[in-house]
């Protein structure tokens, strides 16, 4: 197994229009991260993953991007980039960019150029076609966020493609010219300094040939076989790889979406040489069954082992994956997969131990350090986010469901729970900003927040610290091998890691209740590594676990 700084490294993920507003205009930016650097040291994090900081007209915050090369003046400027840089590197850590290489803006000076005849040296960095023979779109392809994938354009009498917003056109790689632009300004970053990228919707990149309709089989197999894995795809990623990537010490965390277990290893196999490692959608949508915001399914805890069995065996010792549980495209972790209630503190706290046992690379976002939670927005104009707005209109206009409805599902699977900013304190707007920020603050805040946690020996900060320190000394936790004990039990998560001769068990209760299960083994002589408990019963090889407890043992 291949042995490198990205793989021990945990990635902390930072929304920075939410994570904290240095000169109160209510927007998160850059020198607000720099006053943060202290904190994120102090987490023990190692790599900062910045969502799009580029200059963009914000309908996607930032996922529409209109100069690859500057930075959005909403976050500061290139003095204050290189300044968050060099400081990063300073204190050890390291930095990737969001690259979002699929589709640009609308305000994007080549879609502007390509907008203005069917001749325009930009036109072919676009994706043209003619109107279907009944003067409608070209094919059936939906747009992610609702409605057709294709827009009219009046001007030339064409439609252009758009897998997202109209805004954010979807860029030709087919056309040489594009593919050498995004390496360029991939170039550009990596020359300051950077240390790699997450790679938004990569997958996505290449069309199939003719833009064939999408069969009806729904909206997961759709995507796979229609709108991601193209024909040409793995072609770019190793030409990506060995024109830029390769000529860096940087790596790339590819947005997994479209990706199954099965087809994993053409991008991330060692010696395929495309992507570094990906994180994939399994685990973020194990509570989703029929798309977004539909019949969410309930948490099955049997469904989540055997997601992270399958993935683990298929890259097993060829590639490497990253292990997220939550990002700014998911509703918050505890809410989802533990209690965001009574149980809140345990719970938020035995989730991060699982993540932080399983294989691969850490990757955590933004506020699951202090437990931040799910927001319920009460009306329909405080929603910020596009997925959501779109969704409602669609779905009121075609009065599918009540505008009620529509709001209740938007609260529970909306992009928006994880995208509010972070609970610094109990000052007024959670001290992330003095003027009202462009999203709510989770009025939860005067209870949860870094200032209170900072404090407190026994929070989900204190423990969140003491995991990730714990992490980076044993090996065992990273690059252990998993074998599952009780896999079928619907309550308890419980493995065994091995490695050279070193084991550790970690055991999980899903449980508000307490549960008992017989360990089997002698394990009553095994040192306590982490507990998210005051205490542990462990008597005659049975293990009295408490509500949502978390125990990780090393045998002596
Ligand atoms: O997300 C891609 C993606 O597939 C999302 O649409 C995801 O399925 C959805 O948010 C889950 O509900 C990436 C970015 O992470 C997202 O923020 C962007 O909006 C999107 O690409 C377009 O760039
Ligand atoms: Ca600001």
Known sequence: MELSWFKKGTIYQIYPRSFNDSNNDGIGDLRGIIDKLEYLERLHVDILWLSPIFSSPNDDNGYDIS?????????????????????????????????????CSDEHIWFEEAKKSKDNPYRDYFHWRSPSADGGPPNNWKSFFGGSAWEYDEASGEYYLHLFTRKQPDLNWENPKVREEIYDAMRFWLD???????????????????????????????????????????????EMNDKVISHYDAFSLAEGVGINHTNAGLYIDYDRKELDMLYHFDILECTIVNGKFEEPSPFDLVKMKHIYKKWRDAVHEKGWLANAMGNHDFARMVS??????????????????????????????????????????????????????????????????????????????????????????????????????????NPNYTKINVKHQEDDPDSILNFYRALLKVRKQYDIFVYGTIEELAFENPDLYIYKKTLEGETIVVILNFREVSIDFELGEPFDQADVILNNYKTMHIEEGVIHLQPYQGIILKRQ
């Open 67 to 103: 100069d690859y090369c500057a930075i959005m003046p909403e976050f500061g400027t290139m003095e204050d980039f290189d300044e968050l840089l060099e400081k990063t590197h300073d204190k050890g850590m390291r930095l990737i960019l969001d690259l979002v290489a699929n589709h």
């Open 192 to 238: 300051k300094g950077v240390d790699g990228f997450r790679m938004d919707v990569i997958p996505l990149i290449s069309k199939r040939k003719g833009y064939p309709d999408a069969p009806d089989v729904g909206f997961r197999k759709i995507l796979e076989d229609v709108y991601a894995n193209g024909p040409r795809l793995h072609e770019y990623l190793r």
């Open 336 to 441: 989802r997969f533990g209690d965001d209630t009574t149980y809140w503190l345990a719970s938020a706290k035995m989730l991060l131990m699982m993540q932080a046992t399983q294989n691969g690379t850490l990757n955590i976002y933004q506020g699951d350090e202090i437990g931040m939670t799910n927001l319920i927005l009460g009306a329909i104009e405080d929603v910020r986010d596009v997925q959501s707005l779109n969704f409602y209109k669609e779905n009121i206009e075609t009065k599918r469901y009540s505008e009620a409805l529509a709001l209740t599902m938007i609260n529970a699977e909306g992009r928006d729970n994880a995208r509010t900013p972070i609970q610094w304190s109990d000052e007024k707007h959670g001290g992330f900003s003095n003027s009202d920020p462009w999203l709510q603050v």
